[in-house]
């Protein structure tokens, strides 16, 4: 799907396909760079990674396994429930093991700050984290990310592998939702 499908339904496009790339390829050099010699698991949060993993997994040289983990966060809304639960969990053992976990945002911190702690508990040599987006002003719990993708404002974005209620995933860009999608219904 394209920014042209779904005009009337966003504000404008943040980030377009060639930029979303182009940042991949350059923190895929930093990565290898890293990780070289070290036995790299990149563990992709469901399901908004899903594209994000693919395109990364593929700028990156070094050798590598892919596993996933589901968490829950949000529901169908635009804003955090701040509860946390594991819906599908890793079929690994991590242990020993250098873990980048790999998201499509950084929105309050709660998610990522709370798998960060999850992980590591399991005796993981090593837990990073790579997010696409990411929100300063939404900040409420600090997580250290070490590569970010990009810092966008403090709007609901969708596309690239993120949603709305399940929805616009498949758009290639980043896009922000207008808010007369959310707001009509209530
Ligand atoms: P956090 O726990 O508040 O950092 O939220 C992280 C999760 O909320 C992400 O993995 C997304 O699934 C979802 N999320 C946060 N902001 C947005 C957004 O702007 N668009 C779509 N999903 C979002
Ligand atoms: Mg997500």
Redesign the pocket.
Known sequence: MKIQDIQKEIVREVISEEQIDKKLGEIAKLIDEEYKGKDLLLVG?L???FICMADLSRHISVPLEIEWIAIS??GHG?T?TGV?KILKDLFTDIKGRHVLIV????????????LKDNLSTRGAASVEIFTL?R?PD????P?EAKYVGFD?PN????GYG???AQKYRNLRSIAI?HPDVYTQKS
Do not use: H, M, Q, R
Request: glycine residues 8%.
């Open positions: 949060v399901g908004g990674a966060t949000y635009t955090s946390v998201e499509d945002i950084l929105d309050s911190g709660l998610t990522l700050s709370w987006l929100k939404a900040i409420k719990i997580v966008i709007e609901f974005v969708i993120l949603d709305y939702l």
